[in-house]
């Protein structure tokens, strides 16, 4: 079936740190894959996403990059911000009907 | 005003009584979506719906059910309430698009159910 699997949390960085969030998947078929993050009591709205292997999707100076050979699609930004404090969560498409799978979220929080 | 838009935003329900979460939407997609969220859990799917006609369950459809009372509007109903289904609740959309596969998901706001 299809899955998702990113690191657990919570990550916890000094403003202007490097980040890196791992998900890897497992789908039938060729799936999309997202990031979408979630900030304190808000809905979850789209970070980026990548629709085809070697795909890099960049957004806020996030980028994920999708990598077919590995089954990954990990988040990256090169400075972080105390305001990037949230729950990132990656997200596949695929399979009949194209519903969208979760994984369990990764929080994260940036300290000054 | 919100694309995607849920009632209540929280609601404090006893066990056994029915509850409906509602859910409306103004983007114009076809494709309508309830998951549930817990800590550690992450989002799991309860009922998605492509099409008024077209209901179909997620992986923890027990003790739920779903009306698409129109394209826009996807209601979420506990027959029964029972605390373990205290939660955050949210509600999305998507587009078909070409073939429905590239296409993102919006969400509401969600909406807070404690069950006592």
């Known amino acids: 079936g299809n899955s998702v699997t990113q690191m657990e949390g919570p990550v916890t960085l000094s403003e202007e740190a490097f980040l890196t969030i791992n998900c890897t998947y497992t789908a039938t078929g060729y799936p999309s894959l997202f990031w979408y993050v979630q900030y304190p009591g808000e809905g979850l709205q789209l970070l980026l996403k990548?629709?085809?292997?070697?795909d890099k999707g960049s957004n806020k100076g996030f980028e994920a990059t999708y990598r077919k050979e590995t089954t990954s699609f990990h988040l990256e930004k090169g400075s972080v911000q105390v305001s990037d404090s949230a729950v990132y969560f990656c997200a596949l498409k695929a399979g009949q009907g194209f519903s969208f799978i979760f994984g369990k979220g990764t929080r994260l929080l940036v300290k000054p | 005003d919100a694309d995607v838009t849920q009632t209540p935003r929280n609601r404090i329900t006893k066990t056994g009584k029915r509850i409906m979460l509602e859910c409306s939407q103004t983007?114009?997609?076809?494709?309508m979506y309830w998951y549930r969220q817990d800590p550690g859990l992450g989002l799991r799917l309860i009922y998605y719906?492509?099409?008024?006609?077209?209901?179909n369950k997620g992986e923890i459809s027990d003790g739920y059910s779903v009306s698409r009372q129109a394209q826009a509007k996807f209601s979420l109903s506990l027959e029964s309430a029972i605390p373990n289904q205290t939660a955050l609740y949210f509600c999305?959309?998507?587009?078909?698009?070409?073939?429905?596969?590239?296409?993102?998901?919006?969400f509401g706001q969600g909406t807070r159910l404690t069950v006592v």
């Open positions: 719906s492509f099409d008024v006609k077209d209901i």
């Open positions: 999305a959309t998507s587009d078909t698009g070409t073939g429905g596969r590239n296409t993102e998901a919006f």
């Open positions: 983007k114009g997609h076809d494709r």
């Open positions: 990548a629709t085809k292997a070697d």
